[in-house]
């Protein structure tokens, strides 16, 4: 659990580029890519499993995300209606 508290995406985003339905998020070299997806995908299925309220800042727990990753690149995506949402949401970690 206590891993599962921090994010997984402070200090780790070099840079966040727009994709159809989300982001590709950079990360910073030196990450372990691996780590980083694992720890994206616990704090998914905890927001899949526990709900997603009172977590209106973390872009894991909006609703319909996916994440797929692409060498050391994460691509998060969800539905075009919660776009706009994710990408603001993921943006808000380049200053963390």
Do not use: I, W
Request: one cysteine or more.
């Amino acid at each position: 659990k206590a891993t599962r508290t921090r994010c997984p995406l402070m200090g780790t985003v070099a840079a966040v580029n727009d994709v159809e339905n989300g982001v590709e998020v950079q990360l910073v070299d030196g990450v372990n890519v691996d780590a980083v997806a694992a720890h994206v995908e616990c704090h998914h299925a905890f927001a899949r499993v526990e709900g997603r309220k009172g977590m209106d800042t973390c872009p894991m727990y909006v609703d319909g995300f996916t994440l797929e990753r692409d060498g050391d690149t994460l691509r998060m995506t969800t539905s075009p209606d919660q776009t706009d949402e994710l990408r603001k949401r993921t943006k808000a970690h380049l200053n963390h």
